[in-house]
């Protein structure tokens, strides 16, 4: 593809050589005559003069003189872009493998794949153009909503809602009964687990992340929410609109995430907490339970999460421990002595 064929998809502007053929995306540090890169932060302005890149993606104001640019606003969010167009993914199969397992009362859209192995349950509802891997099980009256992609290996419980052009990756768990038990008489009973997981359009949901349905009622992911690997998000809890969550965070049944909010990896967060929207969290943090953690793009970090000028000042505070301990013992010293 053409430089200037590339600089219209991304409604960008091109300077230099606008007939260069760009086959590839690569990293700025990697990138070939043939490859586009692009420049975002501090580090790769500085490098960029450097690439052998034959396009880079970069901001109006980089100066770089006799290159081949694209010029964008956002050229992290361009070159993505740009990498849709130069690798597309492979054609999606269709039909029905022989060995997969579909119940007559399911209902498949049009162009819906079901991979080898697949299990579809009873009045399952596949919206049309998915792709439902191989090893796949999809409990009864599951509904998955148009264009979505399960990837191998995915669980879902039954009466799962999961929305359009969902992507689920391999080894998730949809809609396991919460962790709720009643202790009486000396022993733990589980708390019946009746309500359902409802998933919205364009949720990313990564490899061996597990969401727990509702004790009663619902847990709600809501639209655009990305998660990442290695999650848990127990029962009842609600996760707003566009949040993004890193990997081996673990959320606690009752618990709301507002909208927009941005939580770090490895972070825990006790039974009904609340997250406001814009809120984000660093990797681990933890929330005691029933916390309120005020939104509107503060940062938080340690434990117990606080503002992060306030964790930065505690740090500073531990680290003249040492020397206020010697000061004490000095203290003590003269005392002793004088006495």
Not at 70 to 97: D, Q, S, W, Y
Not at 123 to 133: D, F, N, Q, S
Not at 191 to 207: K, N
Request: hydrophobic fraction near 45%.
């Amino acid at each position: 593809m053409r430089v200037l064929e590339i600089a219209g998809l991304l409604g960008g502007t091109y300077e230099g050589d606008g007939e260069r053929d760009i086959v590839a995306a690569a990293p700025l540090e990697a990138a070939g005559a043939a490859e586009i890169a692009f420049v975002g932060s501090g580090k790769a302005r500085r490098e960029a003069a450097a690439s052998a890149a034959g396009c880079l993606v970069a901001p109006p104001d980089l100066e770089l003189a006799g290159r081949t640019l694209i010029r964008v606003k956002n050229p992290r969010a361009a070159f993505a872009e740009a990498v849709r167009r130069l690798h597309p993914p492979a054609p999606r199969p269709r039909g029905i493998h022989p060995t997969a397992v579909v119940a007559e009362s399911a209902q498949l859209g049009r162009d819906v794949s079901v991979a080898a192995y697949a299990v579809v349950g009873e009045r399952c509802l596949v919206g049309e153009g998915c792709l439902i891997g191989p090893h796949c099980v999809l409990g009864d009256e599951v509904v998955i909503g148009a264009h979505s992609t399960l990837h191998a290996r995915v669980t879902l419980y039954p009466r799962v809602n999961v929305g359009a052009r969902a992507v689920i990756h391999s080894g998730a768990v949809l809609g396991a009964d919460g962790f709720g038990y009643v202790f009486e008489d000396g022993r733990y009973t589980a708390f019946p687990q009746i309500g359902r997981l409802l998933v919205g359009d364009d949720v990313e949901i990564g490899a061996n992340t597990t969401i727990d349905r509702a004790a009663l009622g619902a847990t709600v992911i809501e639209d655009g929410v990305k998660l990442d690997n290695l999650i848990h998000i127990g029962h009842n809890c609600r996760v707003g609109k566009h949040v993004v969550i890193a990997a081996q965070t673990g959320i606690a049944g009752g618990s709301v995430i507002e909208h927009h909010a941005v939580i770090g990896g490895q972070v825990g967060l006790g039974d009904n907490v609340t997250i406001q929207s814009g809120a984000v969290l660093g990797s681990k943090c933890g929330v005691l339970p029933g916390k309120i953690i005020k939104g509107g793009g503060i940062v938080y970090w340690g434990v117990p999460a606080k503002p992060l000028k306030e964790y930065l000042e505690s740090l500073a505070l531990m680290a003249k421990l040492p020397e206020l301990r010697r000061a004490v013992k000095e203290l003590q010293a003269r005392l002793q002595g004088g006495g």
